[in-house]
């Protein structure tokens, strides 16, 4: 996605969680991000069966959020445990895919200010992105929400015969208190 600055969303866009049903809609816009090469290492399409399974796996503090108006779904975003192990509890990572036809329209802006919201009522502290470094737009639009460059794992991917950095992001809810969560 290539956003410097933040769109003014859509009025009429709604944001709401994810059914299995919706996978139909989705997996076209995650098909868009394997073939660009740059916005996520899976390199087979996905179809239905893909989210519904992965839909049926949640915990009840993992969740996709899809942002749609009358002609459909535009955007999906998740949140998902970071680790299994008990210290990680306040840790989730989060990502945003918007269909190519309606980047720059304030619809990622609309769906990730939802993720940090539903995050943040689950009870997420640290906020993880994983963004290829050839992504330069998805790590304008992360910084813009206030996350920060942490590091770069060094060829940690290969795609389309090269290696591949990833730029890994956070953002801390500091607002966010600890509580024993399993």
Not at 91 to 110: D, L, M
Not at 116 to 134: M, N, P, S, T
Request: aromatic share 8%; with cysteine; net charge neutral.
């Amino acid at each position: 996605m290539d956003v410097s600055t933040h769109s003014r969303p859509r009025l009429n866009v709604v944001i709401r969680i994810a059914t299995s049903a919706d996978g139909r809609l989705l997996a076209p816009i995650y098909n868009e991000a394997i073939s660009s090469g740059c916005s996520t290492m899976d390199t087979i399409p996905v179809d239905t069966t893909y989210f519904a399974t992965l839909l049926a796996g949640f915990t009840p503090r993992e969740s996709i959020l899809v942002a749609e108006q009358d002609l459909g779904i535009m955007a999906w975003g998740i949140i998902k445990h970071y680790s299994d192990r008990p210290g990680y509890v306040h840790a989730c990572e989060t990502s945003v895919f918007v269909a190519r036809h309606e980047q720059g329209q304030g619809v990622g802006t609309a769906l990730q200010t939802a993720i940090i919201q539903k995050a943040r009522d689950f009870g997420y502290r640290h906020l993880v992105a994983k963004i290829l470094a050839v992504n330069a737009g998805s790590i304008r639009f992360h910084q813009g929400f206030q996350y920060e460059v942490v590091g770069t794992q060094r060829e940690i991917g290969f795609l389309n015969g090269a290696w591949h950095n990833v730029v890994i992001m956070q953002r801390v809810l500091n607002d966010v208190q600890p509580t024993e969560r399993t």
